[in-house]
């Protein structure tokens, strides 16, 4: 803060504003933290654990504030200041928020379909001979063109520029979910269809309930792997062809020059993403919950 | 000890014929070279008949099971269950591996009613996955992963597992061989119970001469390249049996001098 009220003088005062605050607060929640820790000692050792890294952060903005609003060390406008990117962040929220929104409807709506798509291919292709023979080929030879390959024919085709976007993504998901569920399904343990069979098992109960549950850890591999490509192709998709979304608010921001916006899409895409990905984790355990000890990813 | 009757529709247990059975399998990927794993192989099992097989490794006993479960077809000769051929698996079959192959995802309780869910009985017999969790003694584990069980009880499970079906034969491929002297000798007395409470033919590979003394009403011995039987002994000793009394002993002996296994006689001079 210190740093900040004697860097921040040469800006206008509302542009610094915002920035006070979020430190002002920052501090605030640390001095009561601090408080409270004599206390509780669970959160004593929260904070014990976590007080190297919030200081590197620290340190880090810290050196940003110097670097940019302090020294003028580095070009404007494509290095504003903490201060700047927190201000355009609070400016724009109303279409940050919308492009957020809408790119969560995009990604979720070309996740889930390419997930369930995928999912049963994966298993045909996985189990039966005959869907290996004919399935196998043509996923060798789809499977790896770059989604965002498929663009120029996506928007020829599709009646909507959100309906090809959803249909790249969902093609991006497939491709890995597929590939990782089959070589699951076909590399199940032979002994656990065998023990399965002598209790009595039928297809449905071998396929759904020995095959596909063996198959779950790798599954998810490709779950993770599909959710990161997912994310590329929809920042692509928005960025050529549909009118909204985080990648569309990210290009439009550069057109107008304005790099304290394109921060904050940034920012945004970080925590947005992230968050995605905690989320699949936590179904990831919820789900593998018998692997526990196991996994160390 | 719990004292427990089935409560299940029990089965009557089932005789087993094998006449003349051969099997042989394609060498290393290369499919023109055959390795015969099993040659004119014929011996019977009687309904409710405890017996062993034991030889060394090679002599074709696991794929011998494997086509009494049904999991593999055989070449020539035929199998009987009862007097039906062998057509493929079935519940009525079970079979225990030495590796007791729990399914990972499922707990304990999951894995022990997989059959019942298999079969699609599981809502009419919920009542029997509680009976058979105390039968090998695991009301306690009933929510933990097999991850988390020693080789004991994971075998228990198995075991278990394969019990819930009511089956008229049990095949059993080296149950105990993983396990350590102490637990392997505690679970033979538990298979034996199991056996004498189920009503059930058992036909159990080990190789193990002492276990196949201690359990089984007869032993089968195996010799390897090409798989064939050798000899079959029977076991006349009351139950239970003492594991260092003469006749014991005896026979152990003789089983082990007629695998060659006696020791080495004293060289003789050749001059």
């Known amino acids: 803060m210190v740093v900040h009220a004697a860097v921040s003088r040469q800006e206008p005062a509302t542009q610094t504003h915002s920035y006070w605050v979020l430190l002002g607060t920052a501090l605030a929640i640390s001095l009561g933290l601090s408080l409270v820790q004599r206390w509780s000692k669970s959160l004593r050792q929260w904070m014990g654990h976590m007080f190297p890294i919030i200081a590197a952060a620290v340190v880090l903005l810290t050196l940003w504030s110097v670097i940019t609003s302090g020294f003028r060390w580095l070009p404007l406008p494509y290095f504003p200041s903490p201060a700047g990117i927190l201000q355009s962040m609070i400016e724009d929220r109303a279409l940050l928020f919308d492009s957020t929104w809408h790119s969560l409807l995009l990604l979720l709506g070309g996740y889930t379909l390419g997930v369930a ?22 996923l060798k030879l789809i499977g790896p063109i770059p989604a965002t390959a498929w663009i120029p024919l996506a928007m020829v085709l599709s009646p909507s520029q959100t309906l090809s976007a959803v249909g790249l993504i969902a093609l991006s998901v497939w491709f890995p979910v597929t590939m990782l569920t089959v070589s699951g399904i076909a590399n199940t343990r032979a002994s656990y269809l065998d023990v399965a069979r002598t209790l009595g098992a039928g297809r449905g109960y071998l396929i759904f309930r020995v095959a596909v549950p063996a198959a779950m850890p790798s599954i998810f591999i490709g779950l993770f792997m599909g ?68 996994i160390k990813w | 000890m719990v004292t427990i009757t089935a409560p299940d529709v029990v089965r009557e247990p089932s005789s087993l014929r094998a006449r003349g059975v051969t099997k042989s399998f394609v060498a290393h990927g290369d499919s023109a070279v055959r390795t015969l794993a099993l040659s004119d192989v014929s011996f019977s099992v009687e309904a409710g008949e405890l017996v062993t097989i034991i030889g060394p490794s090679g002599c074709g006993k696991s794929t ?51 059959g019942l869910v298999a079969r699609g009985v599981l809502h009419a017999k919920q009542r029997v996955v509680d009976v058979f969790m105390r039968l090998v003694g695991l009301e306690g584990f009933a929510n933990a992963y097999p991850h988390h069980l020693s080789g004991g009880m994971a075998q228990r499970v198995a075991l278990a597992r394969a019990l819930i079906n009511h089956p008229r034969v049990l095949f059993m491929d080296e149950p105990l061989g993983a396990l350590d002297t102490f637990t392997r000798m505690n679970l033979q007395d538990e298979v034996l119970r199991l056996w004498q409470m189920n009503r059930m033919t058992m036909l159990l590979v080990t190789h193990d001469i002492d276990e196949a003394i201690y359990m089984s009403d007869r032993i089968v011995i195996m010799t390897p390249r090409p798989g064939k039987i050798d000899k079959t002994v029977s076991v006349t000793l009351q139950r239970p049996r003492r594991r260092n009394s003469p006749e014991f002993l005896k026979l152990r002996g003789d089983i082990l001098e007629h695998l060659h296994f006696a020791g080495k006689a004293p060289a003789v001079d050749p001059t």
């Open chain 2, 64 to 114: 011998l099971l494997r086509l009494l479960a049904g999991l593999e077809t055989l070449d020539a000769g035929e199998l009987l269950v009862g007097n039906d051929p062998i057509a493929g698996p079935s519940a009525e079959r079970g079979l225990v591996f030495q590796d007791p192959n729990l399914f990972p995802w499922l707990t304990v309780r999951g894995n022990i009613q997989a």
């Open chain 1, 117 to 138: 798509t995928a999912l049963v291919t994966g298993v045909c292709i996985g189990w039966f001979d005959q869907a290996r023979y004919w399935g196998m080929p043509a």
């Open chain 1, 227 to 294: 959710l990161g490509t997912s994310f590329l192709t929809l920042v692509v998709a928005e960025t050529v062809g549909v009118k909204s979304g985080l990648g569309w608010y990210l290009s439009w921001a550069q057109g107008w020059a304005e790099y304290g916006k394109v921060y904050a899409a940034l920012i945004i895409m970080a925590a947005f993403f992230s968050t995605i990905i905690t989320v699949l984790f936590k179904l990831r355990d919820r789900v593998l919950v018998w692997q526990k000890g196991v």
